[in-house]
């Protein structure tokens, strides 16, 4: 599997990208800068997290207008695999490349945890190494992680498989008490919906080395690696 | 025109608005042959501040100890360099930004963490995690909960955004900190052993370059400011606090380690405190050189800055350095790709002078040496703190229920879990991170090694009050434990000295001992200091701060894989206390929170014990002996007890023999030097304690869902994780 990352000015969790990438495909992928118009050819452009251009505007907001993301958006199209995490997620809604928004978390604040996720869709490119209702932990780290739909487009995405995690307890219990951050039905990622396109606010890359606590986060890598080679 | 700048007329009264005493006015006339400009009064303003001239503790702080084999550079730059092995280095340095965090405490933490940050990576070294120190003041007054959220807000805000794990830290409340909360904010950077860059300028006609942000209004006199002590209307000073942005610094930061791979950079600094007046002085001082500023030139945020402006202005992000000739074009690429400013703003030249010109035209023209080395430096008056009254374990009334005692505690405000703060902490990013906050000390991997670097902060104010000089040994003692019990080597420390106005006899007794007792401790165990700050004037009307030498330590592990952490893991192992317990009870947190009673000698450090104590702790854990371990602090051995018990969701059961001292003395005294383990082999650490003379004991035993004292006194782990989680959360929930 070949595969870039998209760097922007204030991305700050592309080193963990590049480390994930390249423990499960073996080779290290491009790193593609923010000014770029053309994109190199890969089966996976990765968007990692950070503080795009400071996040100052909404998050992810100005990283949607700029000329790399044009190119990316085209690669999408054309069927390319897209994953974007955390921040990238935030730039896939504001690309729409991705419905729905990414709100300030409900409790207002930070949160950094290990976070509890059912694996909603195991059928998808992204997901297959796991089973459909298994709990895997990756961590979170956000601000702005608080996904909202209206209830026609989250029934929409729940009616196609297209929510591919939720926030939910350690026995799989997705209820109230286990959204970290107010996100509408839990969601935590979504695909688009030709299922080559995965937005997700926690961080798998930051769950593959069993000295980060758990190694939950390769099945995602490996998935890929799977269905992309 | 340029000369309309200074013509502002300086009186004595204006130069005392400086904060400049009779007796300094006197040196600086001296120095000058004159009177100063405007702008000249302005930089010796800062530059004779105490928090840029160190003036009341530069005399006591030469006699730390800052030596050893493991030291690459100690106090003087930027921050203090360590050997780590492998060709690599840690940068470190822990300072504080106490006043502005009381006066604005989003903005003031941000800017505190951002400073601290600039400090490290302006040696050349990519910050790799950070830890902060809070003191806030009682949880009753009616300004905590929002200097709390704010400070945590803004620590995390920069932190988050700049990529780098927060990775431990401490947060305590006492009422001496009510006016004046304590913000000090460490980094830890990881460099190349042999590309470690210095402020030192050189070359006759080089040129002297500024990148970053612009520079604005905001910070000025904020060195100043640091320097006086609050009153009423400190809340007017609000425009001296400086404004952060860190996406400006993430920038800054990948420019600067892009431009340092190469070979085009002399001397850098970054411009903190009194901005570019110090950045430019430092650089030329240590360079027995002469600089020359075209202030006309420097990068502006707003029109109609004055050369004072400029000098003063403690404006964020920005760094001043020096390039060989010729490489200009190159580095301004590089910053230019980063979308930063960068201009050419002078020149090195061999006056040892620092003019300033506007235009062409000077406006400032003062001699560096004197300028530092005529710094005022005082011995002031101090006097030893009275000795506190011995407090006698047996005058300590037992608690009706050994269990309802350990709840209180472990659910009073300074050991009630800090969750609700480091969840708000970016403390993963980069994929390091591998003890993460709420251990004894954090551990952050070394990328592509296996080796790691364990940190801890830590201070006891109580403890320094009773006893500055035990107190300050204790400090020491205490981080050199934390991080020991990670199976870590201690290596060096970072101290922030925050206290209050040194010019009170009392205070500055408390200032000499802290010093006198750190020093002791830090040659006992081969730990110096490489780098550190000094907050003074911390006190509201005449009410100084509890003192509070904060320490910041790191130390080495060979494979992180094989650092340990607090949490309980298997059932049915034994509980092992590694030291002795004498039943020291004055100033211990039984004390404070069951009696209601601050007061007693603290707990003396034993240091050839410590050090016994420690070694042997550190060879169990890289044996594969243990498979738990914490060391014992705040509430003894049931507090250590039940901080293991949560942190590994398993219970564990004390066997109380009588010790003759009696069991709550036994469960809470603070006697130091002392680790609890979990281990399924205590025979074979029994044997090796004894053959290398330390005391080891049997206590306890792992399994279960409760916490056991002695003979069936339980509570379970679930009541004892609420009053622990819950406070916090509850505490800030509430409104104000």
């Known amino acids: 599997m070949k595969s870039a990352v998209i760097l922007f000015p204030g991305t700050n969790r592309e080193n963990d990208a590049i480390a994930a990438l390249e423990q499960a495909s073996g080779s290290k992928p491009q790193l593609v800068w923010h000014g770029e118009t053309e994109l190199p050819k890969v089966d996976l452009i990765m968007i990692p997290g950070g503080f795009s251009y400071g996040d100052y505007l909404r998050s992810g907001a100005m990283a949607g207008k700029s000329p790399v993301m044009r190119a990316v958006a085209d690669q999408a199209k054309a069927g390319v695999s897209i994953i974007g995490v955390c921040n990238g997620f935030q730039i896939l809604t504001e690309t729409h490349l991705l419905p729905g928004a990414l709100m300030r978390n409900a409790h207002l604040k930070f949160i950094c945890k290990r976070a509890a996720l059912k694996i909603e869709n195991a059928e998808t490119r992204f997901t297959s190494k796991y089973d459909a209702g298994q709990v895997v932990k990756y961590p979170v780290a956000h601000h702005d992680g608080n996904y909202f739909a209206d209830s026609e487009t989250l029934d929409r995405l729940e009616g196609e498989g297209r929510v591919a995690l939720r926030y939910c307890d350690d026995d799989g219990v997705v209820a109230p008490e286990t959204n970290l951050n107010g996100s509408q039905r839990n969601i935590a990622g979504i695909l688009n919906e030709k299922g080559n396109v995965l937005g997700m606010m926690p961080h798998p890359e930051n769950a593959i080395d069993p000295l980060h606590g758990g190694i939950d986060g390769r099945g995602l890598f490996s998935s890929m690696v799977e269905a992309l080679s | ?736």
């Not at chain 2, 700049?162 to 830890?188: K, Q």
């Not at chain 2, 390039?323 to 590089?334: D, M, S, T, W, Y």
């Not at chain 2, 003062?366 to 430096?377: E, R």
């Open chain 2, 1 to 736: 025109m340029s000369n309309d700048f200074n013509a502002i007329e300086i009186t004595p009264e204006l130069i005392a608005e400086h904060g400049i005493t009779e007796e300094e006015r006197e040196v600086l006339m001296n120095i000058m042959g004159r009177m100063p400009t405007y702008t000249e009064l302005g930089i010796f303003s800062v530059m004779w501040s105490e928090h840029c001239s160190y003036k009341s503790s530069r005399f006591w702080l030469k006699t730390l100890p800052t030596e050893g084999p493991q030291v690459i550079c100690g106090p003087g730059e930027n921050a203090g360099v360590v050997d780590i092995g492998d060709g690599q280095a840690a940068i470190f340095k822990m300072e504080s930004h106490n006043h502005p965090s009381y006066i604005e405490p989003y903005q003031g933490a941000a800017t505190g963490v951002g400073g601290i940050m600039r400090d490290v990576f302006t040696m050349g070294a990519r910050p790799i995690a950070n830890l902060n120190a809070l003191r806030f003041g009682s949880p009753d007054h009616p300004k905590t909960r929002h200097l709390v959220s704010g400070v945590v807000a803004g620590i995390g805000g920069y932190g988050n955004c700049m990529g780098v794990p927060t990775v431990g830290g401490e947060t305590t409340f006492h009422p001496s900190y009510n006016g004046n909360i304590l913000v000090n904010a460490m980094t830890i950077g990881l460099a190349n052993a042999d590309k470690i860059f210095y402020s030192k300028a050189s070359g006759i006609g080089n040129p002297v370059v500024y990148v970053g942000s612009k520079t604005g209004r905001d910070g000025i006199h904020g060195a100043t400011m640091a320097s006086a002590e609050f009153d009423d209307n400190s809340d007017e000073k609000r425009p001296t606090v400086q404004v952060g942005d860190p996406f400006a610094e993430k920038l800054l930061l990948e420019a600067c380690l892009e431009l340092m791979a190469g070979d085009s950079i002399i001397s850098i600094q970054d411009m903190g405190a009194a901005g570019l007046t110090s950045s430019s002085v430092e650089m030329a001082d240590k360079g027995e050189v002469g600089i020359e500023l075209w202030l006309d030139k420097v990068p502006m945020r707003e029109e109609g800055m004055t050369p004072y402006e400029l000098m003063l202005s403690e404006s964020q992000e920005r760094m001043l350095m020096v390039l060989k000739p010729g490489r200009e074009e190159e580095a301004r690429k590089i910053f230019e790709k980063w979308e930063l400013d960068f201009a050419v703003i002078g020149t090195v030249t061999d006056t040892r002078h620092l003019v300033l010109k506007w235009d062409g035209e000077v406006v400032g023209d003062i001699p560096v040496p004197p300028l530092v080395d005529a710094s005022p430096m005082y011995e002031r008056p101090w006097e030893p703190t009275p000795k506190a009254v011995e407090i006698d374990a047996a005058s300590v009334a037992a608690p009706s229920s050994l269990t309802g005692a350990l709840k209180q505690m472990i659910g009073s405000p300074n050991m009630a879990s800090k969750r609700w703060i480091w969840e708000q902490y970016d403390h993963l990013v980069m994929g390091e991170t591998i003890q993460s906050p709420g251990g004894d000390a954090a551990v952050v991997r070394i990328p592509g090694k296996t080796k790691g670097i364990a940190t801890s902060s830590d201070c006891n104010p109580v403890y320094v009050k009773a006893d500055p000089i035990e107190g300050g040994k204790q400090a020491v003692a205490e981080c050199w434990r934390n991080i020991t019990a990670t199976g870590a080597k201690p290596l060096a420390i970072t101290n922030n000295m925050n206290f209050g106005n040194p010019e009170r006899p009392n205070i500055m007794g408390q200032f000499v001992g802290a010093i006198k007792g750190m020093s002791e401790a830090c040659i006992a165990l081969d730990f110096p200091v490489v780098s550190g700050n000094v907050s003074l004037y911390n006190e509201t009307k005449g009410e100084g701060i509890l003192p509070t030498p904060v320490i910041g330590g790191i130390g080495v592990i060979a494979d992180v894989a094989k650092s340990m952490n607090m949490a309980l893991k298997n059932a049915d192992e034994e509980l092992v206390l590694i030291g002795e317990t004498k039943g020291h009870m004055g100033s211990t947190l039984y004390l404070r929170e069951i009696e209601g009673r601050e007061e007693g000698t603290p707990p003396v450090v034993d240091l050839a014990v410590e050090r016994r104590n420690g070694d042997f702790i550190r060879d169990l854990i890289d044996a594969g002996l243990v498979s738990a371990c914490h060391d014992l602090s705040d509430g003894g051995l049931a507090c250590a007890v039940t901080d293991m018990a949560m942190a590994g969701k398993l219970g564990a059961t004390l066997s109380l023999t009588d010790s003759g001292l009696g069991n709550h003395v036994a469960l809470f005294a603070e006697d130091q030097g002392r680790y609890l383990l979990s281990t399924a082999n205590a025979d074979k650490i029994l044997e090796k304690a004894a053959a290398s003379g330390v005391p080891a004991t049997i206590v306890g035993k792992t399994g279960g869902d409760a916490l056991t004292l002695g003979d069936g006194d339980a509570i379970s782990l679930a009541e004892l994780v609420d009053a622990h989680e819950g406070w916090l959360p509850n505490y800030m929930a509430q409104e104000a």
